[in-house]
């Protein structure tokens, strides 16, 4: 069974955590699960950012993603890296859709870490010619859980502290 941990609990975790910090600042991508419009599960990879109190990426209004997550808000999503010992935050959150005009700030500086800073300016002029809007996705998580391996584990339970989240 899940633990239930408060949002501010999970914003100061978030905006503090050495481990998530890190990963954060990675050029990783959030691996995005969500419900698909016909019931079954996907996973997608996005750039995102992290604000300060929600997770966020932007995406063509067209995507699939879009449709199915304003119809199934839930989803969660992983940030790991793959050298051993690995470190993961793994989250669950509700989602939330807007269409926006143009290129969101958000999605420049979401897709910044792995574009890079010398071909962000190319990347940038042809992303703004071709794109007239965008959704953006904020997902205000409900749930984080740090594995480093090292003071944090996996699941179950009973070796996570309250305050990393249980899965």
């Known amino acids: 069974m899940g633990v239930t941990v408060d949002h501010s609990k999970i914003v100061h975790l978030v905006n503090t955590d050495p481990v ?13 699960g969500y419900v698909g419009l016909d019931g079954h599960p996907r996973t997608v990879p996005v750039a995102y950012l992290w604000n300060g109190r929600a997770f966020v990426f932007a995406t063509p209004t067209g995507a699939y993603k879009v449709k199915a997550i304003a119809a199934h808000p839930q989803v969660s999503f ?31 500086d979401a897709s910044r870490r792995s574009v890079g800073d010398d071909r962000m300016a190319e990347w940038e002029r042809h992303k703004r010619a071709n794109t007239s809007e965008m959704a953006l996705i904020t997902i205000v998580p409900t749930h984080v859980t740090v594995c480093d391996f090292d003071t944090r584990f996996p699941p179950p339970a009973a070796v996570n502290s309250l305050t990393h989240g249980a899965e």
């Open 20 to 32: 998530i910090r890190t990963l954060l600042e990675a050029p990783i991508p959030m691996r995005l």
């Open 78 to 108: 992983t940030v790991d890296t793959t050298d051993f010992t690995p470190l993961i935050m793994l989250v669950r959150g509700t989602a939330s859709v807007e269409i926006r005009p143009g290129i969101p700030q958000e999605h420049i």
